[in-house]
């Protein structure tokens, strides 16, 4: 892929947003609208590959807002980078299968490494900045955590991040 119209994403977890896993909160309902926009506007752009973590929360919305622009857009792809192969394995059954359904329309998938360590989540988040000419990000400022671990990194490699905070409106 071509690193100049490739886009990553990072983000929390529920246990990080203020609604958990209640995604019909409406807050969680405007961070998703606002997270389509951003998707929308980083096409606008020039952005066509879109990388994602594959992560529980914000990671899964933002790879169902890639799969709903490649609806309606050309030449949008979507790859799944995955720390580990059992990175789904512990999570509740329905996010197990959201995962499962996401995966199974990407149209690549990178496998950073077979099996779990501490440091498979750090090597993927390299991996997909490493490749990327922008990163969006759903970050609530806090300066701890992958996602604040990620942005730094993306900082110093001085790709660009656009931010958006979980408890901003639209």
Not at 111 to 129: G, S
Not at 137 to 153: E, F, H, R
């Amino acid at each position: 892929m071509d690193r100049a119209t490739t886009c990553c994403f990072t983000g929390h977890r529920p246990d990080k947003l203020p609604w958990g896993s209640r995604e019909s909160d409406p807050r969680c309902l405007t961070l998703k609208r606002r997270l389509t926009q951003a998707v929308e506007g980083a096409y606008a752009q020039g952005m066509r590959h879109f990388i994602c973590g594959m992560a529980r929360g914000t990671d899964l919305y933002f790879a169902e807002a890639v799969l709903a622009l490649r609806l309606c857009r050309s030449g949008v792809t979507l790859e799944a980078a995955r720390p580990c192969e059992s990175q789904a394995d512990a999570w509740p059954e329905a996010e197990r299968h959201r995962y499962q359904a996401i995966l199974d329309q990407c149209d690549f998938e990178t496998l950073v490494q077979h099996r779990y360590d501490r440091f498979c989540m750090q090597r993927r988040n390299r991996y997909m900045v490493d490749r990327s000419a922008l990163v969006l990000s759903v970050y609530d400022g806090v300066p701890k955590g992958g996602t604040a671990q990620t942005l730094a990194y993306a900082m110093r490699q001085g790709v660009p991040v656009q931010i958006l905070n979980p408890e901003q409106g639209d």
